[in-house]
Structure formats: C-alpha cells, structure tokens
C-alpha cells in the first residue's frame, strides 16, 4: 500500500463546483505539503503545514484553502473551481529535522470544463 | 530567496549515449539539492539529494550529480542512457530542512533507439 494516498486520482468537475482532494499518510510525518504541476511550470507550491496547529500559504495560494484535520490527513478544497485550476496536485509528506526531502503521493488528475 | 533553473525543457539523446540534465540553483545558504524523477502517469521519486557531505551524489538508476558551489551547479549525469529512463526530471532546492522545496520547470529526457 502506498504510504501517501491521495483521492481521487481522477477527477472531472464544472466550473464553479467545490472540490475536496483528500491525502492521508501512514509515514509517520509531522510535516504535510499541496503542489500543483502543470506542462511546463513545474511543481509549484499551494499551501503547506508543519502540525496540526500550522498552517502556511506557498507560492500560489489563491483560490484554494486547506485543512489538516489530524496528523495524517491534509485535505486541499476548490471553493469555487475555475478552468485553470486544471492541473495535477500532488501530495506529499517530510519529516521534521530532516533535509526537506519530500515523500509524494500518486497525485490527483483534476479537469475543471 | 530561492531558485532552480533547469536548462532545456527537452533533452533527447540516442540509447548508450551521455545523459546530463543541466540545474542551477540560486540560495543564500548552503542548500539542500535533489534530483527527482518522474515517470509517465506515475507521482515523483526521489533520483539523489546533496546534503553537505560529499559533492559527488551517487543516486538510483546509474545517475549522479555533482555538487559544485562556485558554479551553482548541480547538475544530472549518466554514462549509458536506457529507454527506460525516459522520463521528466526534476532539480529542487531548499535553503534548510524548514524551508519546502522550490522546484525547476522539469526537463523531459526522451530516449532514441
């Protein structure tokens, strides 16, 4: 089983619709992270969070908002989907005092028509 | 601030022939270097990190890079390229383990028979 689960892996939505991509973990990490790849861009980085308690916007923040309901879980939401929030996300994972080497999930394909 | 600059978007190169991906990296601290791979439809893997030990990162396929501070270099290499390693490559840095890491636009390594 894969140790960052992301659902859905796929997901077809209309503009406007909320969304909810879910990630949980069973690595153990304190630390939790949501990028978003496009062709061409890279990675980019939504939001991220070191606990619980903490949670800190990145580089392209706009449009989204987060929740980590527990240490293993860190859920990204879509309040109001647009077409180009089309994209792949990515979950991923670290450990404190660590080098920031990141654990990634499968990621979530989301099209927004 | 941060930065990685990954130089061609696309590298082609005949099977059995040099494999080197280009990545410079802009940091105000000694950083943190990765290398990750990602093959198509699947999430990212972790290829070789550079974390102030030795310059020269041995990684997982036959790749390594080379840590060199007066270039601002970190760039990817293997002797003998093999069709499987057709994939998109990404370099990202981090200024420390508490910074999330800021990733380059990726290079796509195609493979020729």
């Known amino acids: 089983d894969a140790d960052v689960t992301q659902t859905p892996r796929n997901r077809i939505t209309k503009t406007g619709k909320r969304i909810m991509l879910e990630c949980s973990q069973t690595?153990?990490?304190?630390?939790m992270y949501w990028y978003r790849q496009d062709p061409g861009l890279g990675l980019r980085l939504i939001y991220y969070s070191f606990d619980v308690k903490d949670i800190n916007k990145g580089e392209i923040s706009d449009g989204y908002s987060v929740s980590r309901q527990a240490q293993a879980k860190f859920s990204l939401s879509l309040e109001s989907a647009i077409p180009n929030q089309t994209a792949l996300y990515f979950c991923?994972?670290?450990?404190?005092?660590?080098?920031?080497?990141?654990?990634f999930g499968e990621g979530s394909r989301l099209t927004v028509l | 601030a941060q930065s990685v600059t990954q130089l061609g978007s696309h590298v082609s190169v005949s099977e059995g022939a040099l494999v080197l991906l280009r990545c410079n990296y802009s940091?105000?601290?000694?950083?943190?270097l990765f290398w990750y791979v990602q093959y198509p439809n699947q999430g990212l893997q972790l290829l070789l990190k550079y974390t102030s030990a030795a310059t020269l990162v041995k990684g997982i396929n036959g790749f390594e890079a080379e840590f060199k501070k007066s270039e601002t270099s970190f760039h990817l290499t293997k002797p003998s390229a093999h069709m499987s390693d057709a994939a998109e490559y990404f370099c990202a840095v981090s200024a420390s383990g508490n910074t999330p890491l800021v990733f380059g636009k990726g290079t796509r390594l195609s493979v020729i028979a």
């Open positions: 690595k153990g990490h304190d630390r």
């Open positions: 991923a994972t670290s450990v404190t005092g660590g080098t920031g080497e990141l654990f």
């Open positions: 940091s105000s601290v000694p950083p943190y």
